[in-house]
T-cell receptor, first 112, second 115 residues
Framework: SQQGEEDPQALSIQEGENATMNCSYKTSINNLQWYRQNSGRGLVHLILIRSNEREKHSGRLRVTLDTSKKSSSLLITASRAADTASYFCATAPRGGNNRLAFGKGNQVVVIP | SAVISQKPSRDICQRGTSLTIQCQVDSQVTMMFWYRQQPGQSLTLIATANQGSEATYESGFVIDKFPISRPNLTFSTLTVSNMSPEDSSIYLC????????????FGSGTRLTVV
């Protein structure tokens, strides 16, 4: 069953603007991960946040995790046309044998 | 992180036939995961492939439809059997990161169209 699910979003923003997307999940987790997928290709890992962390940064990415609300957000700052992609959150459930559960995904279009 | 070579990258198949998808990893891994991504949808886990034992299938997926082989720690295949148009999807293999703080690596995907 899908454990991570974000509000389905289709974002269309101008280059240079920030993009924020959200994710909610249902069970206890070891960590939450964000992935990018370009044009239906393979997924690329962006960032991982552990259940005992609240915020993490990597370059232009900022992810937050609120385990009390079972939710996470991914912020991409100063977006670029190359950021146009689908973004998925995935949760690694506690005791889940490393089986990731993916959310619905967010389609982001950055207009040059 | 591991590098995965997945093939074919795409195929168009006749209904009733079968297609075998291969994934080769550049390092030894205990578990490999197979996902399906239906058009416009998210990823759904099909099964976990373990070397030396039968794959573990998720609810809604059966071995007769999606037989999996795992002959060694670097290779796995997924077969989509007796295909119908509803099987048209992207199929992806994946392996876990080297530690609990690293993400998973995915193959580049196989885009399957059944006509």
């Amino acid at each position: 069953s899908q454990q991570g699910e974000e509000d389905p979003q289709a974002l269309s923003i101008q280059e240079g603007e920030n993009a924020t997307m959200n994710c909610s999940y249902k069970t206890s987790i070891n960590n939450l991960q964000w992935y990018r997928q370009n044009s239906g290709r393979g997924l690329v890992h962006l960032i991982l946040i552990r259940s005992n962390e609240r915020e993490k940064h990597s370059g232009r990415l900022r992810v937050t995790l609120d385990t009390s609300k079972k939710s996470s957000s991914l912020l991409i700052t100063a977006s670029r046309a190359a950021d146009t992609a689908s973004y998925f959150c995935a949760t690694a459930p506690r005791g889940g044998n490393n089986r990731l559960a993916f959310g619905k995904g967010n389609q982001v279009v950055v207009i040059p | 992180s591991a590098v995965i070579s997945q093939k074919p990258s795409r195929d168009i198949c006749q209904r009733g036939t079968s297609l075998t998808i291969q994934c080769q990893v550049d390092s030894q891994v205990t578990m490999m995961f197979w996902y399906r991504q239906q058009p416009g949808q998210s990823l759904t886990l099909i099964a976990t492939a373990n070397q030396g034992s039968e794959a573990t299938y998720e609810s809604g997926f059966v071995i007769d439809k999606f037989p999996i082989s795992r002959p060694n720690l670097t290779f796995s295949t997924l077969t989509v059997s007796n295909m119908s148009p509803e099987d048209s999807s992207i199929y992806l293999c994946s392996v876990a990161g080297a530690s609990v703080t690293t993400g998973y690596t995915f193959g580049s995907g196989t885009r399957l169209t059944v006509v």
